[in-house]
């Protein structure tokens, strides 16, 4: 694979002395040579790296990717995106978080999901599965969300809400289905006007928006889970790459945005800037919610040590996406670091996201 040139896109003042300035700077060219490295390698075939500390602001283009606008499917960072659309109903009055999500999903009873609240679904206790049992079948009759959010309601709950941690896109379905339910809008459309218009982010769509599919970059996905369709010869109809999975807007993982955008919706919770959620309410969305014990999650975000690289305190929150995404914040050190790649999350280990962001850590701590 041919090596393309670095996109320096912006740096802005320097940090601290020139002295601390330039090592910073030379640790960030560390992180950007981990990348330059894989698509070289012939490994990755796009990626963006954007690193953004007070008034210091990079971002830099690898292998194919056009420039730092460069759209990547998020994966599941797609998730807190979602729920953050959700939490402006919160600010709203329009629920609480010990609210039972049969208060406004009727049938969503028995069996134990009478005692599943808002809080469980956002924290990934609510007992549901991250993918169905018919997800494969789903995506290959090209269902809507209606279908897979109808099945989501039935299948059966894995443990008692609250008792156990379980990863669950399918638990940020439902409070999707909730924000739709509440609002009288559909996901797609509210994301779009609830946080990707009023944080300005213009390269940013909830499915495709007003983008074509041309505009975004290509998952890797003969390196893809088997969920996404991965080395499967007969899923080009329904893998990431997909018309129907592009334009689908899944809210467990189904956001298209640049690097430069999802550190914009970073900087909302990291400045407690209010500017769709109000400051109380993104610092409660970056607060772990789950008992002792149990894998600290804030509201559809994650957060704690395990949210960045070795190195990030443990204020750290954020999230990674298995289409090969990473992004986090930590407030310690005022930092943002995303890292959006072409090649999926399990090709490899380590995968060079982590590696570049591991520079990262060490260049601003």
Sequence with gaps: MKRRTLLKCSVAAALGSPLLAAVQQARLDDAASVLTRAVAQGQVTEAVLHVRQSDFSQTRAFGTAHDENAMFLL?????????TALMTLFDRGEFKLDDPVKKFLPQFTGDG??????????????????????NDALRKKHAPLSEFVAHAVRTPLQFAAGSKYQYSSM?????????EQISKTNILTLVDRTVLQPLGMKHSAQGLGRFEQK???????????????GGDPGAKDWDWNSSYWRKLGAPWGGTHASAVDVGKFLAEFLLEAGTVVRPETARRMITNHNAPGLTPRGLGLNV?????????????????GSTGTLAW?????????????????????????????????????
């Design 113 to 134: 999901r009478d005692a599943v609240t808002m809080q469980h679904l956002l924290t990934h206790v609510s007992g549901l599965p991250d993918q169905l049992a018919e």
């Design 75 to 83: 994966g599941s960072i797609s998730k807190p995106i979602a729920v």
């Design 171 to 179: 638990a940020i379905l439902l409070a999707a289905h909730l924000a």
């Design 304 to 320: 704690g040590f395990t949210a960045g690289n070795a190195g990030c305190s443990e204020k750290t929150f954020g999230h990674t």
């Design 329 to 365: 914040a930590d407030p310690a050190s005022r930092t943002i670091c995303v890292v959006l790649t072409s090649l999926p999350a399990r090709a490899v280990q380590p995968h060079p996201r982590d590696l570049a962001a591991a520079q990262v850590a060490a260049a601003v701590r």
């Design 215 to 229: 505009d975004l970059v290509p998952v890797q996905t003969e390196f893809a889970a088997i969920e996404a369709g």
